[in-house]
C-alpha cells in the first residue's frame, strides 16, 4: 500500500535494543543474577522512568529484561558505557549512526528493522552473525533443485555467515534470557495466544507516545519480526492498552508463527527446541526481583 519498503525504514526501535545493552553487559562480566535497584535515577541529567512507573527492590539482570524494567538498562549501559554499546550493536549488524547518549539503552535510536532481524539473528545463530536470506530453494519445473541454500552450507561455509561477534556463552545466555521474556515477561501472549507447544525467545519494544510497536522472536530455526506505525510518528495511539509493541506487533508475528505451526509443509519449523545448557542455567537461576538487600541473601 505504501509505495515505500519499510523494512528498511529507520524508526526508533524502542526495548528491542534493549538486549544490546545486555549483551554488551555480560561481555563486561556482569552476570545475570547481579542485582540493581529498581529506583529512579538521574545519569548526567538524564532520569529515565519506568513505563509502568513501578519502583523499589531489586531486579536481576535477567529479571530487568523479562520486565523490560527501564532504569536497569540505563543503569548498565551506565557501567558498560555509550561507546562499547555502540561498539557492539554495530558488530551485531546495526548500519545506523547512532547518538552517543545513555537514552540509546531503551532504544531512542532509529534503526531498521532489516537491521535489527541481524542483531537478533547473532544471538540466534549462537554469536555468529547471519546476513538475511530471501530465497532457500530453487526447484525447476520438473521438481529438480538446482539451488539449496542449506545443503550449499553443508558443502561450502563461506556462503554462510562467518563472523564471530558473540561468544557462544554469551549468545547461548542472551537466548535463555529472552526466553523468560516469553515466558514470563512482555511477550508472554506470543505462546499462549498462537503457538503454545513453541520454544521462542524475543523482545517487545515500544517508543515514546507509542508511535511504534516491535516484537522480534526466534526459535533455534527461524528469525521473526515486525515493526508497527504510521508514516510519520504522530499518527499514533494514546495508551499502551493498544500502542504497546505487545498490542500492536505481537499479533502479527504471532499470526504467522500460528500459520507455519498449521502448515502440513512446514510444521515441524515449529517444533524445534533450543538445547539445554547447564551451564547456562546455572548462570540464570535467581529470583527475578526481590524486596530486600541482595546482600542480606546467600546466593
Sequence with gaps: YFKYDHILSKRQVGSTFKPIVYAAALMDSITPCKYFRNDEITIEDWSPKNSDGSYGGWF??????????????????EKVGIQKTIDLATKMGVTSTLPREFGISLGAADISLFDMMKVYGTMANKGIKPEPVSVLKIEDRYGNVIYDYEEMLKTDPLVGPSERVLDTLIASTMTRMMQSVVIYGTANALRSQFCTHCDFAGKTGTTQNHSDGWLIAYNPKLVTGAWVGGPSPAVRFRSMNLGSGAAMALPIVGNFWYSVS???KSAKITQEKFTTNEKVNALVSCPFRIGVSPDTLSM
Design 60 to 77: 536481576s539482570v535477567i529479571g530487568g529484561l523479562t520486565y523490560s524494567a527501564n532504569v536497569i538498562a540505563a543503569q548498565l549501559i
Design 262 to 264: 498449521i502448515d502440513p
